[in-house]
């Protein structure tokens, strides 16, 4: 609005409060005057004046209006607003009722004469004012220009009930806690809960309704009332989100390969492994000299220190759980990096040539381009005679051999594979370990004691992996019992960049290199293997301890999120089978009460028998009550 066109003591918007236009200069500024405080019982309202420009204000009403304190006056009086609230709303439903203004824009001066046809000037704020903060319109500003847009019945009901619960909070506050504590929640209730979910999950460490409630706030008191209002279901797994840990796989995806000299080998490789695995990074071969352990080359893209690397870092490990895997690196990146997955796949190869003892006596790395034949476990033990994977085993047997005269120490315990389908069925099977799996441990850890030789050879800063000696009593029990107790016995493993003794694999030097997909310390080594190959700069050895020890702090608390589901899997299956019986093996008596342990399920527990037993001696069980947001379960003889 041009400066001849404002009226002196016109109505305008100034920092969001009504001011008068007092007069306009030649230079193009207007004096306006507005409240700087309001009215009291004891002090009366104190207004001042000020030089500002035109785009400072929006002009309200171009009309001369009394004065300020007649202006806000309007906005005191219970009854003007009361009366103007019911002509807004009238104006909303004449509007809404006819298709072509129910979403049409109006200006102020428009809506504020449907609104109220013998509207005054004074009255203007006070009916802008009820517009703005009423329901039934949305408020726009451009260019300086002021418009009312009626919102949709479905808007407006929804800010009815949103003021309505505001005004009546308390009220509502106090029947919703009545229906907690009686365990009667409405289904609209679960937006109060979500202070409770929020301590469950470790978000927060304080909930204004377990305080309300006076419960002790703690994650697993709020797991238990969610549970008991069934807010959640007993299949709800709160342990990766609590622990810090996302549900879904890194998101930053990998770039294609690199085009790059590769040696190109004919000898074909196999990548042996589960039925359900779906991330085959490894194969192994045997050319009539050397042994060959290909493993998947995601370090060719992965920079040290990108972000991908620093991802990767902080999770430490893919995380398996029996929901699913959480991976280290992006999905999509299996289709270029996992082995077998095409007809060539590109790999870092360790070349490991043996003694007789099978001892390693060199290894060479090499960028290399392999075929790559992908056999389940199950395949290549009917195949373990063969003319290509005869060899294998032969060597894994000798290794077994030579570590154990070195004190290798092989703990035998059952394990179980822990599955959830997609109605969050459990299914729980005992764990088999083909030959094959054996002969592939070995492959392995031949791998990782050739690529820790090479490194300490070439003076390259590596994750090695060290474990000290165990002292191991001369009267260990046999059977599992003696099986739990040598794993009592058995000391930390270590990961720096000093080699050393790892005793329980006897071997002297070693590192873990055959999982860079899964696991953080296997992808830094290949992170330094390549770049000492492309004469590029190394990580020196202060950089990779404070990475590594980053990385292996990660895992290790992945480690635990993974017991911990499986434990809270374990206790959803029994109580989904709430008929179980199973067989409970005496492990330990040294105690009050006997440890015993349970294949079928893979749990420990301490139980007093309804008679003597002996080590190794076993009985049956059944379920005598079920914690499940503590991780707890006794169990009775059957």
Same mark, same amino acid.
């Given at each position: ?184 929640? $409405? =289904? @609209?209730?679960?937006?109060? #809960?979500?202070?409770?979910?929020? /301590? %469950? ?5 304080? +909930? ?112 398996? $759980? =029996? @929901?699913?895997?959480?991976? #280290?690196?992006?999905?999509?990146? /299996? %289709? ?5 997955? +095409? ?114 050879? @070439? ?180």
């Amino acid at each position: 609005m041009s400066a001849e066109k404002i009226e002196k003591k016109a109505l305008v918007i100034y920092k969001n409060q009504p001011a008068l236009v007092l007069d306009f200069s030649e230079t193009g500024k207007y004096t306006i005057q507005f409240r700087v405080s309001a009215k009291t019982a004891t002090k009366p309202a104190v207004f001042s004046t000020q030089s500002v420009r035109e785009k400072d204000f929006i002009v309200l009403q171009n009309k001369a209006v009394s004065s300020l304190e007649k202006v806000y006056s309007y906005l005191d009086s219970d009854n003007f607003k009361e009366k103007c609230n019911c002509q807004i709303q009238e104006a909303y439903e004449l509007l809404s009722s006819d298709s072509e203004t129910s979403n049409s824009p109006l200006d102020f001066e428009e809506l504020a004469f449907l609104c109220k046809s013998d509207f005054s000037p004074d009255e203007s704020w006070a009916i802008f004012v009820l517009l703005k903060d009423s329901v039934y319109f949305n408020l726009t500003v451009a260019e300086n220009k002021i418009e009312f847009t009626p919102r949709s019945e479905e808007d407006v009901k929804s800010l009815e009930k949103k003021a309505y619960e505001k005004e009546h909070e308390q009220e509502i506050r106090a029947e919703f806690l009545n229906r907690l504590k009686k365990k009667q929640l $409405l =289904p @609209e209730d679960s937006k109060f #809960m979500s202070d409770v979910e929020a /301590l %469950a999950l470790g978000k927060t460490d304080k +909930s204004r309704t377990m305080n309300d409630l006076k419960l002790s706030q703690s994650p697993e008191k709020a797991h238990r009332l969610l549970l008991e209002t069934g807010i959640w279901a007993i299949t709800r797994n709160p342990y990766p989100i609590r622990w810090g840990f996302s549900m879904q796989s890194a998101s930053q995806s990998l770039s294609s390969p690199p085009e790059e000299e590769r040696v190109e080998l004919s000898c074909t490789a196999w990548a042996i492994d589960n039925e359900w695995s779906t991330d085959p990074d490894d194969a192994v071969a045997f050319d009539g000299e050397y042994l060959w352990v290909h493993i998947a080359d995601p370090a060719s893209v992965v920079c040290p220190d990108s972000l991908i690397d620093k991802t990767a870092r902080d999770r430490g490990c893919t995380l398996y $759980l =029996p @929901e699913g895997a959480s991976r #280290m690196l992006s999905e999509d990146s /299996l %289709a270029d990096y996992a082995l077998g997955l +095409s007809e060539k796949s590109r790999a870092l190869s360790f070349r490991l040539k043996l003694s007789e003892d099978a001892s390693v006596e060199e290894c060479a790395v090499f960028k290399t381009l392999v075929n790559v034949k992908r056999l389940t476990y199950q395949k290549a033990d009917e195949l373990k005679d063969s003319a290509e994977l005869k060899p294998l085993f032969d060597i894994a047997e000798k290794n077994v051999i030579r570590r154990t005269k070195a004190g290798a120490v092989q703990i035998q315990i059952p394990e179980i594979h822990i599955s959830v389908d997609e109605n969050k069925k459990v299914s729980i099977e005992p764990e088999i370990h083909p030959k094959s799996s054996e002969m592939i441990r070995e492959m392995m850890l031949l791998a990782g004691e050739g690529a820790a030789r090479f490194a300490f050879k @070439e003076k390259i800063a590596f994750p090695f992996v060290s474990q000290e000696a165990s002292s191991i009593p001369n009267d260990l029990p046999e059977g599992l019992a003696g099986q739990f107790r040598l794993r009592r016995c058995m000391r930390k493993r270590s990961v720096g960049v000093t080699p050393s003794m790892h005793c329980g694999l006897g071997l002297g030097f070693y590192s873990q290199v055959t999982s860079p997909l899964r696991r953080y310390s296997d992808l830094i080594a290949h992170e330094q293997l390549r770049a000492f190959l492309d004469n590029k700069e190394l990580l020196d050895k202060d950089t990779m301890l404070f990475r590594i020890s980053q990385g292996d702090a990660a895992s290790q608390a992945a480690r635990k999120v993974e017991r911990k589901s499986d434990t809270h899997w374990t206790l959803v299956f029994l109580l989904q089978n709430p008929s179980w019986t199973g067989e409970a093996i005496c492990v330990d008596k040294s105690g009050k009460i006997p440890q015993f342990f349970i294949p079928s399920i893979g749990m420990e527990m301490f139980m007093k028998p309804n008679c003597a037993v002996d080590l190794n001696q076993s009985v049956q069980v059944k379920v005598s009550k079920i914690n499940l947001p503590d991780l707890l379960v006794d169990f009775i003889p059957a």
